[in-house]
Structure formats: structure tokens, C-alpha cells
Antibody, heavy 116, light 110 residues
């Protein structure tokens, strides 16, 4: 059974960097795409970007160059970094397996609050 | 404001059939397949329909999807209390070069 688990600080100060890691169990990262998606409280979902197991990335232009993703296949992990955060970045952050045509497995989500 | 339009809410009684619409444009629904996700409050979204009208293993055949032009629909027949959730449509968008999500539709089972 494939499982994804997000981890990282639940509280980040404004202007600082949000960092999250997704650990994959029950499957290899090889050959697949892996995405980050977020959901502000009470709002809809927003795709942040994806990373291929080789390290190739694609990001949502709305995040204006603040996003960086990385992958560590040896540790079965991929990571998200979002710089210069504001209160608008407060959200539940999900990692998900992207089969290139749909998200078939999601993590449980990690609430990140941006506040001083 | 989402580039995809879904009704904010729909409702029905047990046993009824309801439909949820998703309206987009030529750059998303018009040229790519649509997926549907179900989200129970406080939990992660779950894949419900993929590639317009395919159900993953374990999803009852009460759920069906369709697409025509720049719109898509999710139909739920034989409504059950456990169907109460928020439903999101999601196609790839060629302009964004990424995934879009609709605003979500809250289904209430009366």
C-alpha cells in the first residue's frame, strides 16, 4: 500500500522560508511525478508544482519564482521550499503521487501557519 | 476566482440522483481529460473519477463522469449519507502548464 507523509514546521514567520518534506512508503519514486498541492482554510485546492524523479520540475506561475522542489530517491523523499511567505501562504499542504494524468495517492496534509 | 466554475452547493435526499457541473475553457476541459476528487472535511482529497469517466478500484458504480466540449459533469445516483462531501473537478490546463481545480461543490444529503 502506497503511503505519503508530509513533515515540517507548522508555524513559519512572515518573510521566512516554508520547508516541507514528503516521505513515500510502499512505492519507489522512480519513473513517476510527485506533486505539491495546497488548500487555504475554507478554500479550494491550488496546484503548486510537480517534480519528476530525475529532478525535472514544473511550478505554478502564480507563485512567482518563490518555489523550489527537490527529490532524494535514495531516501524516498521529495521536498518543497517556498520563500518570502506571507499570511496568504497559510494552508494545508498536501503531497501527492501524480500519475501524469491524475493524483491517485495523497498525503494526509500538513497545516502550515504563517504568523509572527 | 477559479478558472473552472462549479456550483457552490447541491443537495438531495437518500436514493436520489444529483449532478455536479464543471465549466471551463478550451485550454483546460476543452482539450484535456477531467478528474474528480471527493473531500470529506478534515481529510485529504480522494480520487473519484479519472480520465473523464473511469472509476478507480473501490469506487462504487453509483459515481459516473462525463465531458462535452468545455464542460464536465459528475453524477451520483442512489445518494447515500456518506456521499456528503466537497467535490472538485480538475483538468490539466495548457496555458498554465499545470493542474487546475474547480472551486468545489458541497453536497448535502438531506
Amino acid at each position: 500500500q502506497v503511503q505519503l507523509q508530509e513533515s515540517g514546521p507548522g508555524l513559519v514567520k512572515p518573510s521566512e522560508t516554508l520547508s516541507l518534506t514528503c516521505t513515500v512508503s510502499g512505492a519507489s519514486l522512480t519513473g513517476l511525478y510527485w506533486s505539491w498541492i495546497r488548500q487555504p482554510p475554507g478554500k479550494s485546492l491550488e496546484w503548486i508544482g510537480f517534480i519528476y524523479y530525475t529532478g525535472t520540475t514544473s511550478y505554478n506561475p502564480s507563485l512567482k519564482g518563490r518555489v523550489t522542489m527537490s527529490v532524494d530517491t535514495a531516501k524516498d523523499q521529495f521536498s518543497l521550499s517556498l520563500t518570502s511567505v506571507t499570511a496568504a501562504d497559510t494552508a494545508v499542504y498536501y503531497c501527492a503521487r501524480d500519475l501524469n494524468w491524475y493524483f491517485d495517492v495523497w498525503g494526509r496534509g500538513s497545516l502550515v501557519t504563517v504568523s509572527s | 476566482q477559479s478558472a473552472l466554475t462549479q456550483p457552490p452547493s447541491v443537495s438531495g435526499t437518500p436514493g436520489q440522483r444529483v449532478t455536479i457541473s464543471c465549466s471551463g475553457s478550451s485550454s483546460n476541459i476543452g482539450s484535456n481529460s477531467v478528474n474528480w476528487y471527493k473531500q470529506v472535511p478534515g481529510t485529504a482529497p480522494k480520487l473519484l473519477i479519472y480520465n473523464n469517466d473511469y472509476r478507480p478500484s473501490g469506487v462504487p458504480d453509483r459515481f459516473s463522469g462525463s465531458k462535452s466540449g468545455t464542460s464536465a459533469s459528475l453524477a451520483i445516483s442512489g445518494l447515500q449519507p456518506e456521499d456528503e462531501a466537497v467535490y472538485y473537478c480538475s483538468p490539466w490546463d495548457d496555458n498554465l502548464n499545470g493542474w487546475l481545480f474547480g472551486g468545489g461543490t458541497k453536497l448535502t444529503v438531506l
